[in-house]
């Protein structure tokens, strides 16, 4: 597989652990998906009894709300603290939803046999889907265009490749 069929996705937490993961384009397209079931099911589970037609609306009002409030001006810190999974960035071989105490979760299998999941409420979600779904489209994949709008709210460069 070539190496422009894979995306650096890097993120840290607020105790400063850094976790890198490389996504080939087949699991990026799966993690985009996985992200807007994740979306939905945070909808439904705040917004039970509520019908199809206004749900969708409420998350696009939702998401409109997350994404405004995110920070997406900081530059992102490369001084982890710590690399629970180590330096080198390992490539997710699955991934694997699930919920813990009532919030959706989305398992990164890797391939050091480890899964790494990630606790995703609605505006962690939101703010993580927005970025990826940016720098996916900034990689002329064919997977749909770039959102100029999105990429200039973002502060960023189209041709990026790397989420932080």
């Known amino acids: 597989m070539p190496v422009e069929d894979r995306l650096l996705f890097r993120f840290n ?4 652990a850094e976790f890198g993961l490389i996504l080939t384009r087949a699991m990026s397209i799966r993690l985009l998906a996985q992200m807007e079931a994740i979306i939905k099911l ?22 409109d709300a997350a994404i ?6 900081t530059p992102y810190s490369t001084a982890a603290a710590t690399y ?3 330096t080198q960035a390992l490539l997710v071989t699955g991934l694997e939803r699930g919920m813990a ?3 959706p979760t ?22 993580i889907n927005k970025l990826f779904r940016y720098n996916v489209a900034g990689l002329d994949w064919g997977i749909f265009a770039v959102d100029q709008a999105g990429a200039a709210a973002a502060g960023g460069d189209t041709r990026k490749a790397v989420v932080h």
């Not at 937490?13 to 400063?16: E, F, G, L, N």
């Not at 439904?44 to 199809?52: G, H, K, M, N, S």
């Not at 299998?109 to 703010?127: E, G, I, R």
Request: zero cysteines; proline letters at 3%.
């Open 68 to 73: 405004g409030n995110a920070d997406y001006r």
């Open 106 to 127: 989305l398992g990164f299998k890797l391939s050091s046999n480890q899964t790494l999941n990630l606790s995703l409420d609605h505006d962690l979600a939101q703010a």
């Open 84 to 86: 629970p999974i180590g």
């Open 101 to 103: 105490d009532g919030i």
């Open 13 to 16: 937490t607020s105790d400063r």
């Open 42 to 63: 945070n909808l439904e589970r705040e917004y039970p009894v509520i019908v199809e037609d206004s749900l969708r609306a409420v998350g696009e009002f939702k998401r």
